[in-house]
């Protein structure tokens, strides 16, 4: 059952992702050549925590962080560790807040230093993709129309878009009905309403657009070992239109 929110519980939402949007702001300063991925997961447990938040993603499922940090051919949930960032890798971190009792979730992913002009691209399609699929996510259009936007962008510019995971509703809980595919046909799936919040999040892979887990059985990665992006946003579908809930 897709929920929808209250003004009230868009109110609790946004203060969830104010906090995740400041965190991102804060990591995104502190990615170089040579900090670990530990380093950032601590800066953004501390930071969460200094809002009157905690991380949402510490402890779900058991996982054993506080954000997700995905470098190069990691698509997505990478556990954060000793490994030391180089110059020229891109590294995606996914960062989850909960306050009040409800979610927030975004990610991005970073260059480090100097990066390979096709990676680039990888990112900046990647974005384009997300921006495309929240521009869709207007009352009354179909699910279907923000997937198959997302997938458009992508496909066009030669990338493939990961079918093993998806975007999802969110609000009180993290993960919340509808799943939101990266991929889809235009006018399929359930019609969009004033109160929806969802965290669209298009991964995007330089080659096939398979995956696979590694044997931490987290970490996601792509299964030619080419490079993939991940961007986030969580929306609030409104009766104005689509309002990114996780910018500043």
């Keep these: ?6 003004d009230r519980e868009l109110e609790y939402i946004r203060d969830a992702c104010k906090v995740v949007a400041k965190t991102l702001l804060e990591l995104k300063q502190a990615v ?4 670990t991925t530990k380093e950032l997961d601590t800066l953004a447990e501390n930071f969460i925590l200094s809002q009157g938040a905690r991380p949402a993603f510490k402890g779900y499922q058991g996982f054993p962080a506080s954000i997700c940090t995905s470098v190069n051919e990691e698509v997505v949930h990478g556990i954060p560790g000793l490994r030391r960032l180089q110059d020229g890798d891109i590294i995606s971190i996914d960062v989850g807040a909960v306050i009040n009792g409800y979610y927030g ?7 480090v ?6 990676i680039e691209r990888l990112l900046s399609v990647t974005e384009e993709a997300l921006m495309a699929g929240i521009k869709r996510a207007v009352k009354d259009n179909r699910l279907g129309d923000v997937s198959h936007a997302i997938q458009k962008v992508v496909e066009s510019n030669g990338f493939s878009v990961v079918r093993d995971y998806v975007g999802h509703g969110i609000g009180r809980n993290m993960h919340e009905e509808p799943q939101v595919p990266n991929f889809g046909l235009p006018g399929r799936g359930p019609r969009l309403k004033a109160g929806m919040t969802l965290a669209i999040e298009p991964m995007v892979n330089m080659g096939t657009h398979e995956v696979m887990t590694k044997e931490d059985n987290w970490t996601v990665v792509t299964k030619d070992l080419q490079p993939s992006a991940h961007f986030e946003h969580t929306i ?12 500043l």
């Design 32 to 35: 170089e050549p040579g900090v």
């Design 113 to 118: 230093g100097e990066i390979d002009a096709e």
């Design 1 to 6: 059952m897709i929920i929808l929110k209250s």
């Design 236 to 247: 609030a579908v409104t009766e104005e239109g689509p309002e990114i809930l996780t910018s």
């Design 105 to 111: 979730d975004a990610a991005v992913t970073l260059p």
